[in-house]
């Protein structure tokens, strides 16, 4: 997952910029920042790929069976959520992988005292829980519900 000459690409500095994240919930935005940058240090590429997602895009993402959840039912309708995925393999990392990224997304967000619920995080009971390890959200989201 470390790749150290695209680190230093034009493409992954492009990355970066992808996710519009104006007036994201703080959290969201440095606990993005802590992480692609701890990752960064072992030379391991991630970028922020969606932070926001208007009506439109849940509703297109909900036909496209992207997502089970439709608007405003997601973190990410009100800036609270982010999905942080590899500049090259995107979603494509291993389960082992992504156990690495989980765990020191945690680290960060016990150090920073962040309540963050991660989407890779497989609470293991019989629900509908979809397996999304790019995707970390406040744990109290439906409390920040103000409209952009
Ligand atoms: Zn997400």
Redesign the pocket.
Known sequence: MADKQYCLSVHYGQQQMRADQTGAHPVIVEFTRLLIRRLRVLDVPMYPH?VWRTKADQESAFVRGVTTVRYPDSA?NWGC?T?IVHGLKHWGLTPKQWSIVGHIGFEIAHQRGFKLVW?GDDPGVNDAFDW?P??WELADWRAHMIAR
Do not use: S
Request: charged share 25%; aromatic share 0%; with cysteine.
């Open positions: 969606c990410h959520a999905d989407g999304d790019a995707h």
